[in-house]
């Protein structure tokens, strides 16, 4: 996929394969160097938007785009054929989805819809067929049904997918989010999983109160001026009627002697705690993790993403010397990486934080950085140690085994309900209708949908034949779920469960039944299959929730190693680390360092390179894009 | 124990016998009736405070005191004795603790100390006999070792309990409480049990804003009258420096057009959300739970019984009929009821409200009251059933089968960190010192201590027996703790582990191992008895685990339903239900209604008795005590 844009082009084709290196841990990678100071990432850094913005920018060579109209007109041809034959909605889907994902590519590529005026038509007509393929009446939900296009608003088709999913809604306090069942099973699965790891390492959970004290936050010097500017203040106790009438007030006479901050992080109480808990070495290591929700007044807010409340964890961490805390923040940064790996499929570059990026009052802040299908990056979890500086802030010693008197060290790190909103913009298409969940987080690994009609022998015998399958599912710790909602058609079931993501469906009628097989269709596309239902067949549904997630994660890690390159605004540089040079890139280009690669950066892959900036020699190597 | 109190007495007598009818839910249970308007029980109730207050006011009669002071002679006797013989302190426990309690009750009839000098020296000493015991030097937070007996002050007492066992500690904001390691996996265990229950009631988890515009509140009348008195209100939404140079102030550029309201509860929010979600009799019914910290501005706060801010689970749901969601209502209450009876052998009174003590804005409250042990209730959990009410406010309609429009009714049921208060004041004794924990929400169900000493053939041998009985526990699924710390003595351990109330122990030193036995010691006393390490090993531990859980249950119950009478502040009486007599009761004798009993009322065990303060025709069995 050469392009010819002189030098910038071949710039961003080196930092993409760079980046394929970083991806897949190529530890002894060596990043072509040279001309670097060439490479303007100004101008690179500034393509790093959503495609849709930048799709007319970027002239492209005939031959690839007369290979993309051939292939839609293929598809079409297959579609058209099996319309005719009155083929099951799931044979078209697949092509369905193939023909959006290629007419998107041609728009990505040329920046105009594929054929205007049909496209128009034809968009709601898919989804019409897909309902219609459905047969049902009323659709629940079916206001929710218009999903952006992802190339036209990538913000909201964000939005759309995560509201027809019923992951989340809006709230009516501004900036809050309302986390729906099916969102929260999917955070609660995550939860599990995360609080079993972090016991693990030897971490408790404890329960600190949701106001901090307005001297607490001016206490660490660089922690105040990054947490108290924006922040819920409570300043009443007490609400009591207008006297001009005008509804309820807040008290006068219920004013709080000192204002109190909704916690947007709780270092500082922990802290307070830790001084009051901690004094010999004995009480060191000190693991402390807490669940709670956090506020942090955003201006601008997208649910999951960035929102005034969310939930978490964050744990918080004392030692008694700077290496053991250095190798815990480290510690924590890798379980945070396993676990989005194990449970959503998530591919991410584990980095440290330039100064610039740092956790107000951290010494040194890890991150995973997830790549969105948009080219920008998702900040997904962050590890920071903060050497003394609470300890020093919160007055906090402890005594040596040689009875010397010696400040702890410390760490925090957290991940919040923000990897929601990372799962959705990794497994989600550009079809807009399909969502994955991998199965690992699905509140529903499997539904059974019995088709049956009215009352009697097949009816029951089917039912009989579910029972059964659910059983031998269920022994095996699967999550299943048996859809016999008799108002609607199997299809609007279908329909449903898919926008929903569930991995896996298996359809029995009353020839399944009595031939002793189910019929599974996979989330993820391709041929239905009989199952048959013997002593293997748990296992086999097991297997296949496991293809179903190595598939996703190898989407995932394909795309953020290659992908499509019209979306990838990674960029890996060699770079000269300096505040006011990172912040004049991200004045012009909205683009950011997000991460110094760990394992670029132990390798000391920057070594007798300059910065692509200033020319001096490189200290970093630096990962640049915008990020949400 | 008769006692010459005449006619109140009587009816005190009397009421504890129907008090007992209650405990063992014996519905046919026929109430003395008769002369009830002379039960006066202003009189009655004004004593059903802690023992502590109304020591002094009891005559009693002689040969009672003589029994008690023969008793503790007797048991002095044995106490010498066993020291004589060095006797080891898990064997002295028991009959110090007997003595205790002994003295207690004498002073409990008389309003004095038994033999004051000597009892002035001797409660020191017998704590520094258990401590010698464990022969530990330096006991990590000894300084927390200070529990007040619970008849000198029965509130410092449970504030030291839960100080020693490290449950909770205080925190730099006012009436808010920090749940430490201790306490939270306590809470975490109950959570988890309580989470699979409600789901199994087909209710799914969400999250809903912590935040409630203040408009929301005023929308249920009588909800704005419970809940906007004393609420945190969030007036500003940035801190900025004080202009006069006094650090950070709100700023007044940063104030919110509406204030916000920290949830006190959640109807409000999760009605207007409702509203969304429901349109057909299709979406019902709609069962939703979320677990949040929720803030109620209190001025008396208490730990885990009265706080600021704390945990808790609220469900919520909607449903077409008033029958339906009675039944919903009517369920989870059951559910409550055994959740504590499995998880905190905890027994308690199923009942309903009386209109004073009903939820704002519910049309019945249902409600799980136990018993403390200083007479006190303590309501546990409830269950109301909303009527129309939050629908008709948030004007939630549903299309019928027939295609009517109507409101719909609804539930909401909740239980909190509360109940942790409960288990306290539920298996906690005289002694102080002594706290017991179901083995269902014990952190750790069993402590293992090795007793080795130094390094050598003989420790390898403990080592390596103890790693096979942890490996065995942990197959079974007990959750067993190891403790190897170096530097302190087995005597010091079992000390901290006692008061953290662990409820089993088990010790192996170098002959046990060779012997192939551990050394089992019960936290509820008796004698220590060797488990031999086989195929039935895990088995054994399991069936004591229950063994434990069976007792606490048992003294529990017992304690309700006969116990201590002269702690016992539980009233069950005719009663003609009118609000302004409850309030003038209240206001002499500071008891209320806690419940009508569900199963005396169900069966109107009221019928054909006399109110016995109104002499009207009576409509509930009430039962009336003093209430945290």
């Given at each position: 996929m050469a392009r010819s844009r002189g030098s910038t082009a071949q710039a961003a084709t080196m930092t993409m394969l760079a980046l394929l290196a970083v991806a897949r841990r190529a530890s002894s990678f060596a990043l072509m160097g040279g001309s670097a100071r060439q490479m303007q990432i100004r101008g690179a850094v500034a393509r790093a938007r959503p495609a849709a913005l930048c799709m007319s920018s970027t002239p492209v060579q005939d031959g690839q785009?007369?290979?993309?109209?051939?292939?839609?007109?293929?598809?079409?041809?297959?579609?058209?054929?099996?319309?005719?034959?009155?083929?099951?909605?799931?044979?078209?889907?697949p092509e369905v989805e193939?023909?959006?994902?290629?007419?998107?590519?041609?728009?990505?590529?040329?920046?105009?819809?594929?054929?205007?005026?049909?496209?128009?038509a034809k968009k709601p007509q898919a989804k019409q067929q897909q309902q219609k393929g459905g047969k049902q009446g009323q659709v629940k939900g079916q206001e929710s049904d218009k999903i952006t296009p992802r190339n036209q608003d990538?913000?909201?088709?964000?939005?759309?997918?995560?509201?027809?999913?019923?992951?989340?809604?809006?709230?009516?306090?501004?900036?809050?989010?309302?986390?729906?069942?099916?969102?929260?099973?999917?955070?609660?699965?995550?939860?599990?999983?995360?609080?079993?790891?972090?016991?693990?390492?030897?971490?408790?959970?404890?329960?600190?109160?949701?106001?901090?004290?307005?001297?607490?936050?001016?206490?660490?010097?660089e922690h105040v001026e990054g947490f108290a500017k924006e922040c819920a203040v409570v300043t009443h106790h007490r609400l009591c009627a207008d006297p001009n009438g005008g509804g309820l007030v807040p008290d006068p006479e219920a004013k709080l002697e000192e204002p109190l901050v909704v916690r947007p992080t709780s270092e500082t109480i922990i802290w307070h705690m830790f001084g009051k808990w901690i004094s010999s070495h004995r009480d060191l290591p000190m693991k402390i993790n807490q669940w709670a929700n956090v506020v942090r007044w955003e201006m601008r807010t997208r649910p999951f993403l960035r929102s005034a409340e969310f939930l978490w964890q964050e744990g918080h961490t004392?030692?008694?010397?700077?290496?053991?805390?250095?190798?815990c923040a480290r510690e924590m940064l890798d379980m945070y990486a396993d676990s989005v790996k194990d449970m959503l499929a998530?591919?991410?570059?584990?980095?440290?934080?330039?100064?610039?990026?740092?956790?107000?009052?951290?010494?040194?802040?890890?991150?995973?950085?997830?790549m969105m299908q948009n080219g920008w990056a998702l900040q997904s979890g962050t590890s920071h140690f903060l050497g003394q500086n609470f300890a020093r802030a919160f007055d906090v010693y402890f005594q040596t085994k040689n009875e010397d008197r010696e400040l702890v060290w410390a760490t925090s790190w957290g991940v919040s309900t923000r990897l929601m909103g990372a799962l959705v913009m990794t497994h989600s298409d550009d079809a807009g209708l399909r969502q994955q969940l991998p199965p690992a987080v699905a509140p529903h690994q499997v539904v059974i949908v019995p088709?049956?009609?009215?009352?009697?022998?097949?009816?029951?015998?089917?039912?009989?034949?579910?029972?059964?399958?659910?059983?031998?599912?269920?022994?095996?710790g699967i999550r299943v779920k048996v859809d016999d909602r008799d108002h609607l058609r199997p299809g609007a079931k279908y329909f449903e469960w898919e926008r929903k993501g569930v991995p896996l469906r298996l359809e029995v009628g009353a020839r399944d039944a009595k031939g002793k097989v189910l019929t599974l269709a996979r989330r993820t596309g391709g041929d239905k299959t009989p199952i048959p239902l013997d002593?293997?067949?748990?296992?086999?549904?097991?297997?296949?929730?496991?293809?179903?997630?190595?598939?996703?994660?190898?989407?995932?890690?394909?795309?953020?190693?290659?992908?499509?390159?019209?979306?990838?605004?990674?960029?890996?540089?060699?770079?000269?680390?300096?505040?006011?040079?990172?912040?004049?890139?991200?004045?012009?280009?909205?683009?950011?360092?997000?991460?110094?690669?760990?394992?670029?950066?132990?390798?000391?892959?920057?070594?007798?390179?300059?910065?692509?900036?200033?020319?001096?020699?490189?200290?970093?190597?630096?990962?640049?894009?915008?990020?949400f």
């Amino acid at each position: 996929m050469a392009r010819s844009r002189g030098s910038t082009a071949q710039a961003a084709t080196m930092t993409m394969l760079a980046l394929l290196a970083v991806a897949r841990r190529a530890s002894s990678f060596a990043l072509m160097g040279g001309s670097a100071r060439q490479m303007q990432i100004r101008g690179a850094v500034a393509r790093a938007r959503p495609a849709a913005l930048c799709m007319s920018s970027t002239p492209v060579q005939d031959g690839q785009l007369q290979a993309i109209k051939d292939q839609i007109a293929a598809v079409g041809d297959r579609i058209r054929s099996l319309k005719a034959e009155s083929a099951d909605k799931s044979m078209l889907q697949p092509e369905v989805e193939a023909l959006l994902s290629l007419k998107a590519q041609y728009q990505t590529l040329t920046g105009e819809p594929f054929d205007p005026p049909k496209a128009g038509a034809k968009k709601p007509q898919a989804k019409q067929q897909q309902q219609k393929g459905g047969k049902q009446g009323q659709v629940k939900g079916q206001e929710s049904d218009k999903i952006t296009p992802r190339n036209q608003d990538y913000s909201q088709w964000y939005l759309d997918v995560i509201s027809a999913a019923e992951l989340v809604d809006s709230s009516p306090v501004k900036g809050c989010m309302v986390i729906r069942p099916w969102g929260m099973a999917v955070w609660d699965a995550l939860r599990n999983d995360l609080d079993a790891r972090i016991k693990d390492k030897g971490v408790s959970n404890a329960y600190f109160p949701l106001f901090i004290p307005r001297s607490f936050l001016s206490k660490e010097a660089e922690h105040v001026e990054g947490f108290a500017k924006e922040c819920a203040v409570v300043t009443h106790h007490r609400l009591c009627a207008d006297p001009n009438g005008g509804g309820l007030v807040p008290d006068p006479e219920a004013k709080l002697e000192e204002p109190l901050v909704v916690r947007p992080t709780s270092e500082t109480i922990i802290w307070h705690m830790f001084g009051k808990w901690i004094s010999s070495h004995r009480d060191l290591p000190m693991k402390i993790n807490q669940w709670a929700n956090v506020v942090r007044w955003e201006m601008r807010t997208r649910p999951f993403l960035r929102s005034a409340e969310f939930l978490w964890q964050e744990g918080h961490t004392a030692h008694a010397t700077r290496e053991d805390a250095l190798k815990c923040a480290r510690e924590m940064l890798d379980m945070y990486a396993d676990s989005v790996k194990d449970m959503l499929a998530l591919p991410v570059v584990k980095g440290t934080k330039s100064p610039m990026e740092r956790f107000a009052g951290a010494e040194e802040t890890f991150t995973i950085e997830g790549m969105m299908q948009n080219g920008w990056a998702l900040q997904s979890g962050t590890s920071h140690f903060l050497g003394q500086n609470f300890a020093r802030a919160f007055d906090v010693y402890f005594q040596t085994k040689n009875e010397d008197r010696e400040l702890v060290w410390a760490t925090s790190w957290g991940v919040s309900t923000r990897l929601m909103g990372a799962l959705v913009m990794t497994h989600s298409d550009d079809a807009g209708l399909r969502q994955q969940l991998p199965p690992a987080v699905a509140p529903h690994q499997v539904v059974i949908v019995p088709i049956t009609k009215g009352q009697g022998e097949d009816t029951d015998l089917v039912n009989s034949f579910v029972d059964t399958a659910v059983a031998q599912l269920k022994a095996q710790g699967i999550r299943v779920k048996v859809d016999d909602r008799d108002h609607l058609r199997p299809g609007a079931k279908y329909f449903e469960w898919e926008r929903k993501g569930v991995p896996l469906r298996l359809e029995v009628g009353a020839r399944d039944a009595k031939g002793k097989v189910l019929t599974l269709a996979r989330r993820t596309g391709g041929d239905k299959t009989p199952i048959p239902l013997d002593d293997s067949f748990a296992e086999a549904i097991q297997q296949e929730l496991q293809g179903v997630h190595e598939l996703l994660w190898k989407e995932g890690e394909d795309h953020m190693a290659s992908g499509d390159k019209d979306r990838t605004g990674f960029y890996l540089v060699p770079w000269c680390c300096d505040a006011s040079r990172e912040k004049e890139i991200q004045e012009d280009s909205k683009a950011t360092i997000r991460c110094y690669p760990l394992d670029l950066n132990e390798a000391k892959a920057y070594e007798g390179k300059t910065c692509f900036y200033s020319g001096e020699p490189a200290t970093h190597m630096a990962l640049f894009a915008r990020a949400f």
